[in-house]
């Protein structure tokens, strides 16, 4: 069985206030655990991951040894600003294992994520930690934790390096694509716009198809896709073109092409309040009705239980 | 100094290989602008040697679960997005204005970008008259674009040495790729070689930068490319467009031509069309 926690849902910056409550104010963290053993893998490590890092001390013994995998799905402040706050950092005991992936300018995962402990920015420094920190850069490939849990990952389509994870244990698959935007030609295709020239133009539809379609196939029958969503598509398409975000209807887009059987969103534009949710909720079910998917809202708190299959 | 130490001193000043100075100001210009077009983007990398090979790397070793390397820039734009290869534009264009003191290469860098390109443009030219399909065009120039990298590190690393093999060359009235070996004990391909390993750019351009001075030694799969880059690189230096530092370049292979299906009257014809290109983005780029 898989079962995932969701501690952060939000985009961008946290937004605590009475607009948020239903929904949740922290950035994003998932917890997923999987197997009778219960092993720990987190996704991401925003500004929910504190309120896990005080529930795993809070429920282990002294001398017992936390263990968990936590897999960033990129390097944005809103996936990592949780880290200095996730408790058992501190604690002699904990074994923490870090996936992301590397930047483009080569800057060790390490490093990108040791700045934050830096005394200019917080008062204790990385060196001073006192769990086993062991760092794995990735890049597209395939990973095995314990128990047979494969996790299988892609690039996704944002301003940074960013990926997107599959976890498949026994037959059952959990698919994260967050940050993400669907891939597009950037080039002009029109003959009357200035800069057009036609072997371009017909490069930059094939590769915008085929990237959209690699993208699909890694998604594909997901038991449960969560998906970015941070913007409705008019938001999107007036002036948020490029930022590496997807609309709602992207998302139930993505979702119903790659076959998902539930699906998750996630990633909330930190504009968007608690009522906003009930009319787009509402106008995505009613799509995904035609394919028999299920779709939900990630609020802070939701716990998704899923049998496996095999 | 022996050729392996060489070759090592080499290998570390690959990473920090700066662009061509033609390029220089306008990559500056056009990666400053927040509104940056990608058509804009596109069309400066791909004047640029160095640039283009960097954002090809990258792209590579970032997806190297891709079942085929991406040779194409506009492919690359789109999958990293604009910003990306903009930043990495940008601080490859700043390596150049810090390494700008120590420059003492013998090279002309206008004379050899202008070189590069042209063969670029040309073995672009011959792949269409071989009738290439049009979704590999590009691949071509960018194999021929490339052709010549392993000068750059060459001519910068061990400028002395390399004064002295470019004399030898013209008091010998040898090709450069003889002199070089003669001298240093290996050529400008084999340090070309070494970055097209070193950052696992795609076989096309491996094959082209290894091969394009003894095409008939080659007998992988893209023979088309490796002749086309030999007949390009032959027909641009017989036709004084630019400086590649090689005063008496070697025959033609014509069997490299014949391979390509390309008789000497077309051959010929493709002179305006190469200077043409060249003066293109020379007053692109406002080179003077």
Same mark, same amino acid.
């Given at each position: 069985m898989i079962r995932l926690r969701f501690w952060g849902v939000r985009g961008s910056i946290p937004t605590p206030g009475a607009h948020t409550?239903? *929904?949740? #104010?922290? *950035?994003s963290c998932i917890e997923l655990r999987y197997g009778e053993a219960e092993h720990l893998v987190i996704i991401d490590a925003g500004t929910g991951i504190r309120g896990l890092g005080e529930l795993l001390l809070r429920d282990a013994s002294e001398t017992e040894v936390i263990r968990a995998s936590l897999f960033l799905t990129h390097t944005h402040w809103d996936h990592i600003m949780g880290f200095p706050f996730?408790?058992?950092?501190? /604690?002699?005991g904990t074994e923490l294992d870090l996936y992301g992936p590397v930047t483009w300018e080569d800057e060790s995962l390490k490093k990108v994520i040791g700045h934050q402990l830096n005394y200019q920015y917080?008062?204790?420094?990385?060196?001073? +930690?006192a769990a086993t920190l062991r760092y794995h850069e990735l890049r597209e490939e395939r990973v095995e934790l314990a128990d047979g849990m494969i996790v299988h990952t892609t690039y996704l389509n944002h301003p940074v390096l960013c990926l997107g994870y599959r976890f498949e244990y026994r037959g059952t698959s959990v698919v994260t694509a967050f940050d993400t935007e669907p891939f597009r030609? +950037?080039?002009?295709? &029109?003959?009357? %716009?200035?800069?057009?020239d036609p072997e371009i133009a017909a490069e930059g539809e094939r590769a915008a198809r085929e990237e959209n379609s690699r993208l699909l196939s890694f998604y /594909?029958?997901?038991?449960?896709l969560i998906h970015d969503? %941070?913007?409705t598509r008019e938001e999107h398409r007036r002036? !948020?073109?490029?930022?590496g975000h997807s609309s709602f209807d992207d998302a139930i887009e993505n979702g119903m092409a790659s076959g998902a059987r539930r699906m998750l969103l996630f990633h909330? &534009?930190?504009? !968007? /309040?608690? &009522? $906003?949710?009930e009319h787009i909720l509402a106008r995505c079910r009613n799509i995904a009705s035609k394919r028999n998917m299920r779709v939900d809202i990630a609020t802070e708190g939701l716990v998704i239980e899923l049998p496996d299959a095999q | 100094m022996d050729a392996q130490e060489r070759l090592s001193k080499l290998a570390s000043y690959i990473d920090r290989m700066p662009s061509l100075p033609p390029t220089v100001t306008k990559v500056l210009e056009i990666c400053n $602008? /927040?509104? *940056?077009?990608p058509v804009d983007l596109n069309r400066v990398i791909s004047l640029d040697p160095v640039l283009m090979a960097r954002v090809l790397k990258l792209i590579n070793s970032a997806y190297y679960g891709l079942p085929n390397k991406v040779v194409s820039m506009v492919r690359a734009i789109i999958m990293l997005g604009i910003n990306t290869v903009k930043n990495l534009a940008l601080s490859t264009a700043v390596m150049d204005t810090l390494n700008r003191k120590t420059? +003492?290469?013998? +090279?002309n860098p206008v004379g050899f970008w202008r070189h590069s390109l042209a063969v670029g443009v040309t073995t672009r030219l011959l792949a269409k008259m071989h009738g290439e399909e049009l979704s590999t065009i590009d691949e071509y120039f960018v194999a021929g674009l490339l052709?010549?990298? #392993?000068?750059i590190p060459m001519d910068r690393v061990l400028a002395k040495e390399y004064v002295e093999v470019i004399e030898y060359c013209r008091e010998r009235e040898v090709p450069l790729h003889v002199a070089e070996r003669e001298f240093l004990g290996f050529d400008h391909a084999d340090c070309g070689r070494l970055i097209v390993d070193t950052w696992r750019l795609p076989t096309t351009i491996l094959d082209t930068v290894t091969y394009h001075h003894r095409p008939a030694e080659y007998r992988g799969a893209n023979s088309a490319f490796v002749y086309a880059v030999h007949t390009a690189n032959y027909f641009v230096n017989a036709s004084g467009i630019?400086?590649?530092? $090689?005063?008496y370049p070697a025959a033609l292979d014509e069997s490299a031509r014949e391979g390509l299906g390309v008789d000497q009257t077309k051959l010929s014809e493709l002179a305006n069309l190469v200077d043409g290109e060249v003066q293109k983005a020379e007053n692109f780029l406002k080179v003077v």
């Open positions: 409550v239903n *929904t949740g #104010g922290n *950035t996730f408790a058992p950092i501190y /604690r002699k917080f008062p204790v420094h990385s060196g001073e +930690l030609n +950037l080039f002009p295709t &029109d003959p009357s %716009q200035s800069g057009f /594909r029958n997901a038991d449960l969503a %941070q913007y002036d !948020r073109m490029g930022w909330h &534009d930190p504009e !968007r /309040r608690d &009522d $906003d949710f | $602008d /927040r509104a *940056t077009s420059d +003492l290469g013998v +090279l052709h010549d990298i #392993g000068k630019g400086e590649s530092g $090689d005063n």
